[in-house]
């Protein structure tokens, strides 16, 4: 079943005009056509939401080991600061 590409009412597969307004309807091929490159639009939007997850999980992981780097510099700092006394 299809939809009229004007009104919205719905037809049989492969009329060739509405039988409620009389507009044109797509042919087959067009219509064939239009679902291939919609396909291929479904994947490169896949394809590009995959690519952006993996670079925001990269950034995320290179934040992370920053952290533990200036956490660690901290430490470090503070532990060369305080010497107790020594006996």
């Keep these: 079943m299809g939809f ?3 009104c919205g ?4 597969d492969g009329v060739r005009f509405c039988r409620f307004c009389g507009t ?3 042919s087959e091929q067009l219509l064939a056509r239009l679902r291939a490159e919609s396909e291929q639009i ?3 939007v896949l394809q590009m939401q ?3 997850a ?3 999980n990269d950034a995320y992981a290179r ?3 920053m952290r533990l780097q200036a956490e660690a510099a901290a430490r470090n700092q503070q532990n060369q600061q305080y ?3 020594g006996w």
């Design 83 to 85: 010497r107790p006394p």
């Design 50 to 52: 995959q690519q952006q």
């Design 9 to 12: 009412n719905q037809h049989q």
């Design 4 to 6: 009229c590409i004007n």
């Design 54 to 56: 993996h670079a925001q």
């Design 42 to 44: 479904r994947l490169l």
């Design 24 to 26: 044109a309807q797509p």
């Design 63 to 65: 934040l992370e080991a």
